[in-house]
């Protein structure tokens, strides 16, 4: 079982930066994929990136492709999303989430159901 404490969130303006951390207990961190989702007000959870147990395999979804990087420090345990070029659109609660699923490595990882941990998430607003 995996604990996930997400931090990093705030009020930025459009164009802007910011890194968020998950944190995560537990000395079996490196056994577990991660996955940054998001979820604006009145919408789904949707996947933002995600990243393998190694970290030399990622995703990212469309929308966030080119500004939004996923990365991960085993030794940390600590998964982070760096965010840059920031628009009103993401504006959101960010959730990290952590699965064990072999499904994860079946093209399944951007399923909020393949996750089974999650964090209590962080608030994202960008204003314009």
């Known amino acids: 079982q995996v604990q996930l404490v997400e931090s990093g969130g705030g009020l930025v303006q459009a164009g802007g930066s910011l890194r968020l951390s998950c944190a995560a207990s537990g000395r079996t961190f490196s056994s577990y994929a991660m996955g940054w989702f998001r979820q604006a007000p009145g919408k789904a959870r949707e996947f933002v990136a995600a990243s393998s147990w190694s970290g030399g395999s990622t995703y990212a979804a469309d929308s966030v492709k080119g500004r939004f990087t996923i990365s991960r420090d085993n030794a940390k345990n600590t998964v982070y999303l760096q965010m840059n070029s920031l628009k009103p659109e993401d504006t959101a609660v960010y959730y990290c989430?952590?699965?064990?699923?072999?499904?994860?490595?079946?093209?399944?990882?951007?399923?909020?159901?393949?996750?089974?941990?999650w964090g209590q998430g962080t608030q994202v607003t960008v204003s314009s």
């Open positions: 989430a952590a699965t064990q699923r072999a499904s994860y490595y079946s093209g399944r990882h951007y399923y909020p159901s393949t996750y089974d941990y």
